[in-house]
């Protein structure tokens, strides 16, 4: 078993973090306290390639393996979570699904806009009343000829109030099993009866704009469907397998962050003569982030490499998942506890990190949905 990166990709590390340290981090403070979603950003991403590393050369990608994105995806969520949650999972989980389902016309008319950052995606499966329970989903599409009529709501949708489109999952038989009942749709922010509402004022992540979505008699033509009518459970499926490796990113990027912020504080704030880091009781806290982090990282790239090689990997995905989010509010709480009641204001970095971090432990499928996935990879379906 080799643990080593590739010469290719320590390179990138050094570079893209470095990108990241001078264009992204220093406006992480701004974009959170103004709740607002940075276009500069993306428009810096793109330029870095950053948008279309997991897609094809042909619309503009570099069909990096998912291992290469994860250190992208880390370094991104280091140095601004809402940043990355906007872009990196909001939109390329729009992208990825169609990349994976889309006919060449779909992939021409939105991924190539979205590789270059000219477009914003979304995906919205969450209704008001389920998240987690994807079989009570109410939102229907009914075929009329050669178009479906769409109604229904959904609740958090990333990117909702500044996404050009958003790739929607609704009912198109309800009667049928779950893997055939549902398709999924590309829906045009101008298309009549579709209505994103207002942002919604976040815990965290507040630079990554959220809003409910609702369609009234939205008429969807026949070739907005992505992949064949029916097939919308296996869009989801893929939708959660890449945003639980999207959130776990996430979460090692914050709990990276934590550690660092935690070894400034300790070995620079004096307290009974000497700095705080002598101590063993900080001093041991941040020994344990970064073993957080690196066994975090670990299973992150376990997760990714087993993708990469096209196997199945949605255990692996949740076990990286719930591992590396619950690691990260710790380390976030921790980093708020080093930092004394310094760590409890807006100034410090850890404040905000500590906001941040919680979504990884709720987005894309709750630690206990993860837990429950795990155990019924171990017990059966019945247990
Ligand atoms: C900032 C943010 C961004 C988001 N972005 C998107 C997005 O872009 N697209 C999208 O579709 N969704 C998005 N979501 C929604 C997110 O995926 C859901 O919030 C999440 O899946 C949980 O669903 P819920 O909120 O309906 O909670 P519920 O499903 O109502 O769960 C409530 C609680 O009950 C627990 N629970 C539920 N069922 C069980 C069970 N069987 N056993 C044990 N415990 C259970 C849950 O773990 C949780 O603790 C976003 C959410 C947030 C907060």
Partial sequence: M?????????????????????????????????????FENLRRLAATGFLGMPFPEKYGGSQKPLLTCMIAWEELARACPSTFLSCGIGSSLAGILLNFFGTEDQKEKYLIGLIKGEKVGAFALSEPHCGSDMAALKTEG?????????????????????????????????????????SAFIIEKDMPGFTAGPPLEKLGARGSPLSQITLKDCLVPEENLLAKEGGGYLCAARAKEFGRLGFAAYSLGVAHACLEESIKYAQSRMAFGRPIAHFQEVSFKIADMQMFVDTGRLLLYRA?????????????????????SEAATWCAANAVQIHGGYGFLKEYKVERLYRDAKLGEIGEGTSEMQRMAIARSLLGEGF
Wanted: hydrophobic share 40%; net charge positive; with cysteine.
């Fill in 2 to 38: 080799d643990y080593e990166l590739t010469g290719e990709q320590k390179e990138f590390r050094k570079n893209f973090r470095a990108f990241c340290e001078k264009e992204i981090a220093p406006r992480a403070g701004q974009v959170d306290s103004q709740s607002a979603f940075s």
């Fill in 304 to 324: 990714a490499w087993i993708m990469d090689q096209g196997l199945e990997a949605s255990t692996d995905n949740s076990i990286a998942k719930l591992f590396i």
């Fill in 142 to 182: 009914r075929k009329k000829r050669r178009a479906y009529r769409l109604n229904g709501a959904k609740s958090f949708v990333t990117n909702g109030p500044i996404a050009d489109f958003v790739i929607l999952i609704a009912l198109t038989d309800p009667g049928a099993p779950l893997d055939q009942k549902m």
